[in-house]
């Protein structure tokens, strides 16, 4: 048996912006959304970027304190590029909701993380060609090109004890979970 992770319920308290910068900054889609428990309770709307998944959030409107949560670091997505990292970089800065923005890479993935406005964290990334062993962070440059990047990414953790192709790496987890 293999556990797919599948969503997170988050608890919001504006619901309306929430769902504005989920969907229309991020790209998700609403599948559902009604009171939780006939007329009258909590709202609870369902979100997904994922044909796969009916939601990979569900924000619940019952939260009453701001700031962020104690518990919960971040939640991150992968994307298929580069190009989508660096989209995705440019839609935050145009809409300004967003807080906390740091391009991090951690050898074997190039960043951007944020708050959403509710200061929930999320982190937007792909991957590089490369496996790092980690932890590893440090800040990357969205200005340098694919190819650039690629290079500086090299130089920096290739003297990583792990260091080698993110292919080999994932070829040696699916031996892993087979
Ligand atoms: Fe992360």
Redesign the pocket.
Known sequence: MALEFAHALIYVVDMDDMIDFYTNVLGFTVTDRDPIAGEGSPEVAFLTSDPNHHHQFAFLQTRKESGASNSL??L?FRVGSLTDVKATIETLETDGRATKMAP?T?GN?W?I?FTDPEGNGL?V?CDTPFHVAQPQATSWDPNLDEAELTAWTEETFRDNGRFGPIGDFYSSQQELFA
Do not use: G, L
């Open positions: 670091n971040h991150a991090v951690h993935a960043s993380y982190e990334f």
